[in-house]
Structures are given as C-alpha cells and as structure tokens.
C-alpha cells in the first residue's frame, strides 16, 4: 500500500484519483479515508480540501444509500488527522474523535432504516427465548425499541470510531514510511494519556451520565484504549521480545473481554506509573 500512497503524494490529481476511486468501491472506503487523512496531516486541512471532498462525495452517496459508515468514519479520521496535525498528540486526537463520534450516536445518525419495533415483533416470533426477553424487559418498565436502537447505534458508532483510528494509523505510518522512517513506530510505542486527558475522559463519562448520553460513555474509553495497545507495542519493542507475543496479544484482546479490562486498567495505571519510562531509565 505504500507505492500506492507514494504515487498519491506526487500531487492532489493523484491524491484525488485514489481517494475518489477507493471511497466508491463498496468496503475499500477505508483506504480513501487514510489518503485524505495522509494529505491533510502532510499538508493541512486547507490545501488538501480536492481530496477531502474525493473522498466524502462518494461517501456521501453510499449515506443516501443507507450506509453512513463510509462518510462517518471518513470524517471522523480527517478531524482526528486535523488534531493530531496541529497539536501532536495522539490523545487529543483520539478523544475529541471520541466525543464526535458520541455525538453521532445521539444525532441518530447510525439508527436503523427499518422500523425496530417491527423488527422486534419479528424477532419475538421467530424465538421463544426473545420474545420472553422482550417481555421481561416491558414488565421492567423498558422501552425494549429504544433500547435496541440505542445498542445497534452504539455497536456501529463503535466500529466506525475504531475503523476512523485505523485509517488514521495507516496514515500516519504511510507518511513515516515517506517523510520519516521509523517515526510511526517511535510515535506509537509512546503514546500514553496525560493526567489531564484521563481526568477529561471521566469528566466527559460523568457529564454523559448526568445529561443521559450514553454515546458518550460507549465511546470514550476507546482512547484508553489505544493507550494500552501502545504500551504493549512499546514495552515489547524495548525488551526486544518476539513479535508472536503482539500476535498473542491481538487474539486475546479480540477474542476475551477481559483481556480489554486488563489493557484499560493497565493504561490507567500507566497515566501515572509511566512503565516505558521506567524500562527506559532501568536499561
């Protein structure tokens, strides 16, 4: 994929061409999302506007489709590409991302087309076990349609913030492997919350709560997150381990909860612990 970025990076026709073309393709948008998020942190918002709007234009489409994946996640990158850009911290980025993905979680902007009460009558009678859930559910006083709705919002607002943090990082890389060799890797290996990014992080979960924004609450530990996954990358690149225990890691992380528990937790400690810094200061 590098050739093909180099190639993108010789002028904004190029650039254009390739975001225009791979934000048309079904399931390729990612990679036009990580060329306009490559220009605009190489060039800035500005000059790469030709590009930004290649790739949100076929985006747009696929939203009056009823995709809003395409378009969310490519704006989601460029504003994270745009932080990240101006103010050299992943952690701003990745918490204002965040907070804008809340936002469309609330907007509605991830609800279902088809009506969900129908879905849910459906669902009731095709299953014994659903619909003795569903009933459950009304004898607690809850809105079962709301609550579907607000859980299929939150699992697509989710992989649509973690597919923008992964078009960002590819882009980022690509701009090391052109302008930087190595500077992705040195980037990532450090990247840990300041106190007064975590303190945001919880004013923000707290705030939601109190205001009844649950989008905010499903979206704001994914910085945590990344913190942890950088920590992990960072102490194993410093003690030289192999890389099968990165591969290790990522099966354990995508397959077991808890493994995303102990990540979060340990990225909290190191907000203050600084473990790399301590591995650095012991070698």
Known sequence: MLPVARWSMKGMPQAALVALVASAVPWLFWFGAAIAALVTLRKGMAPAMPVIAAAAVPAGW??????????ATTLLALLMAIVLRSRMRWGEALILGSLAGAAMIQLGVFL??????????????????????????AAQGLDASRLA??????????????????????????????????GFREEFHALR???RELILLVVLVIAGTLLGLPGIGMLAWIPLLMAGIGLTHGVVGRKGMNGLWLVAFYLLLITTWPMILIVLVVALIDTFADFRGRLGHSN
Request: proline share 7%; aromatic share 6%; charged share 15%.
């Open 193 to 195: 919350l300041t106190p």
């Open 149 to 182: 709705e607000l859980v299929i919002s939150g699992v697509t607002g989710l992989v649509v913030m973690l597919a923008a943090v992964a078009c960002l990082a590819l882009a980022r890389s690509w701009q090391a492997g052109l302008y930087n060799p190595g």
């Open 62 to 71: 696929w939203w009056t489709q009823g995709d809003p994946i395409p378009l």
């Open 112 to 137: 279902p087309k088809a009506d969900t009460a129908l879905m849910l009558e459906q669902l009731r009678q095709s299953s014994s076990e659903v619909a003795a859930m569903l009933d459950e559910l």
